[in-house]
């Protein structure tokens, strides 16, 4: 079964910083590796995603990810915050076939001006 | 392309009662999925349907059942209401590839 560590629940940082939120998954098997955010009040919006090919996946709003499969991790980050990226991440690994995502607790970000 | 669509947004019910959320997929979408997220936590999966059948459940009782429609929208239904219960409740489409799952905005279920 899949598991996942959000590594930090909180991440303070400064407008125009550069940001890493860490994710560590657990598999033997293939796996698929998605980040979403959640703005306050609202549902889940996909950042970005990784199936296959090239380790290095870009998403929307300058984020990118990391797949390191040797290290079971899939690190988001940005090299430039601003304040409108205050909300809480999500990394969600899932399996093969029919298996569900799998979330992890979560990480606020909170971008301070 | 319309996203996912799930009604009531909010709802206050009494420990004991019943209630049934719905939620209409993506276009295109024939597979389902519902979550509940309680306050600050991640979100944790329900059960998910495909083509009308159920093909996976996460760790909740019977008293979370749903259903699948041929429109591949859905229902999430939760028997005898425990104070437990109030969380966002989230449902998920997507199609048979591995684009990854369209969330809805949720419904608030508050249970006193």
């Known amino acids: 079964a899949q598991s996942v560590t959000q590594l930090d629940s909180q991440v303070p940082v400064f407008e125009e910083a550069p940001v890493e939120l860490r994710c560590n998954y657990s598999?033997?098997?293939?796996?698929?590796l998605f980040w979403y955010v959640q703005y306050p009040n609202q549902g889940l919006q996909l950042l970005l995603k990784y199936l296959s090919g090239s380790t290095l996946v870009k998403g929307i709003n300058g984020f990118e990810a990391e797949f390191n499969k040797s290290q079971t991790s899939f690190h988001l980050r940005k090299p430039s915050v601003h304040i409108s990226d205050t909300a809480e991440y999500f990394c969600a690994p899932r399996g093969t076939g029919n298996t569900p995502l799998v979330f992890g607790k979560g990480t606020r970000l909170s971008v301070i001006a | 392309e319309t996203g996912v669509t799930q009604s009531p947004t909010h709802l206050i019910k009494t420990r004991g009662q019943q209630v049934t959320l719905r939620c209409s997929s993506q276009?295109?979408?024939?597979?389902v999925s519902w979550y509940q997220q309680a306050l600050g936590q991640g979100p944790q999966f329900i059960f998910q349907y495909y083509r009308e059948e159920e093909n996976g459940r996460g760790n909740f009782p019977p008293r979370f059942s749903g259903l699948q429609f041929p429109n591949y929208s859905s229902e999430l239904n939760v028997n005898a209401l425990e104070l437990d219960d109030s969380a966002l409740y989230l449902c998920?489409?997507?199609?048979?590839?591995?684009?990854?799952?369209?969330f809805g905005s949720g419904t608030r279920l508050t249970v006193v």
């Open positions: 276009s295109g979408h024939n597979t």
């Open positions: 598999s033997s098997v293939s796996v698929y």
């Open positions: 998920a489409s997507s199609d048979t590839g591995f684009a990854g799952y369209t």
